[in-house]
């Protein structure tokens, strides 16, 4: 074993970096903690659930450089009865938009009497009528929920309305699907219905990625909010585009995003629009490309802290290069999210980082002279040097027992003979 330890300690610096930086990355897989979630960036709200994409998002969201997004209108019909907003969608078909997507249920009317909203929905050109998928005990189904589904069949078509986070119905929403695979088949998520029927171009680009969900590109986007009344006197701003008509106010229908903790769902529709439209999608990095990103990192910590510790002020610099790279990860992460949209992960990296200086103290305190191996190695040296002082110790007791047995005979034979 001391051969061993003194091989260990005898190699190059770099060779020493390669065997310290697996040892971390065998370490990180079997970490009792997860850095997965870097919640110290984050609000207390929002600490449970957290990524360093949340982080690239927020800065990037308070630039000075948000820009109103072009395609898409948001009307807002909060405390309108059926009546008005019946005038709402005849003022809005008369603008010529390119879609018109509902995000509102509404239940039977009461007392009965003619319904204006039935002639309206039905006449309204590139309408899309909301429906949820739900499960039951089969699987995931389409739950109709509107009085008027059996009555109106919209132009655009049916589309799901659900929004969810990564992890359940609570947690922040950061991606949306484009589709619902149902037991009826498959079902399309309202804006990328509403992107197919006015931005054919766009959603065939969506079609074409390999990608069950895509990541909702938050920062620095403002849409324009038009009122019932305010319609017709807005035609420009709706003829052409994409109008999502809903409720801002409803307590139920309110979402935690990256930009806020309180977002209506209409608007998370018009983010994922937008991201459709001007295909502002994320490239995450893969399991690898984290793993390797990683594992350089914490080569680079490794070598250099190998270098610096043997100086005064080693421990020091360590720490501050430890502090350093941390800035630099998110900086670099920002300026790539915001620039290239890529989401460098850095979380992975952080462990690693973090883990390998942990790891050049073990591997100096096991390798080094009068390290572990060396005193366990003495140890049994010691262990064996006293059982084997044991042992010589017993045999020359048993010695000792067979000489005087072998004496006895002789005296007494001796004291028979001077009896004689």
């Not at 997004?69 to 008005?84: A, K, L, S, T």
């Not at 204006?116 to 739950?143: H, K, Q």
Request: glycine content about 6%.
């Amino acid at each position: 074993m001391n051969r061993f330890a003194e091989y260990m300690s005898s190699l190059r610096p770099w060779a020493k970096a390669i065997v310290i930086t697996v040892m971390t990355l065998a370490f990180s897989r079997i970490a009792l903690y997860d850095l997965s979630s870097v919640s110290f960036f984050s609000p207390m709200e929002k600490a449970a659930d957290f990524r360093f994409s949340d982080f690239y998002t927020l800065v990037a969201n308070r630039r000075a450089v948000a820009e109103y997004e072009d395609h898409i209108v948001i009307v807002p019909v909060d405390g309108c009865d059926r009546r008005q907003i019946a005038h709402a969608l005849t003022d809005i078909d008369f603008c010529g938009p390119a879609a018109v997507g509902i995000d509102i249920f509404f239940a039977p009317l009461r007392g009965g009497g003619e319904d204006p909203l039935v002639d309206a929905l039905a006449e309204c050109d590139n309408l899309v009528m909301p429906v949820l998928v739900s499960a039951d005990s089969i699987g995931l189904r389409i739950s109709h929920e509107s009085c008027y589904d059996a009555d109106v069949v919209p132009k655009g078509g049916f589309a799901a309305v659900n929004i969810q986070g990564s992890e359940g119905e609570r947690a922040c929403v950061r991606e949306f699907r484009k589709e619902f695979q149902t037991a009826d088949g498959y079902i399309k998520s309202l804006p990328t219905a509403m992107v197919t029927v006015g931005f054919p171009n766009a959603a065939r680009q969506l079609a074409g990625r390999d990608c069950q969900s895509e990541e909702i590109a938050y920062a620095s986007r403002e849409f324009e909010v038009v009122y019932p009344d305010e319609i017709l006197d807005n035609q420009e701003l709706i003829e052409g585009r994409l109008v999502f008509v809903g409720k801002l106010q409803d307590r139920a229908d309110l979402h935690i995003t990256p930009v806020h903790n309180y977002t209506p769902g209409l608007m998370v529709h018009a983010y994922t629009a937008a991201t459709i439209i001007n295909g502002d999608y994320i490239r995450r990095l893969s399991e690898w490309e984290s793993f390797m990103l990683g594992a350089v990192f914490c080569f680079l910590v490794v070598w250099i802290n190998l270098h610096l510790m043997a100086s005064v002020m080693g421990p020091l610099l360590v720490r501050s290069l430890q502090l350093g790279l941390l800035y630099f990860m998110i900086l670099t992460g920002t300026m790539v999210y915001m620039h290239l949209r890529i989401d460098l992960n850095f979380s992975y990296s952080i462990l690693t980082v973090s883990l390998g200086v942990a790891a050049c103290e073990i591997y100096g305190a096991t390798f080094d002279p009068n390290g572990l191996i060396d005193f366990i190695t003495d140890k049994i040296k010691k262990l064996r040097q006293i059982i084997h002082e044991k042992r010589n110790h017993e045999e020359g007791s048993v010695d000792d027992d067979v000489a005087d047995d072998g004496d006895a005979p002789c005296v007494e034979r001796g004291i028979e003979d001077i009896q004689d």
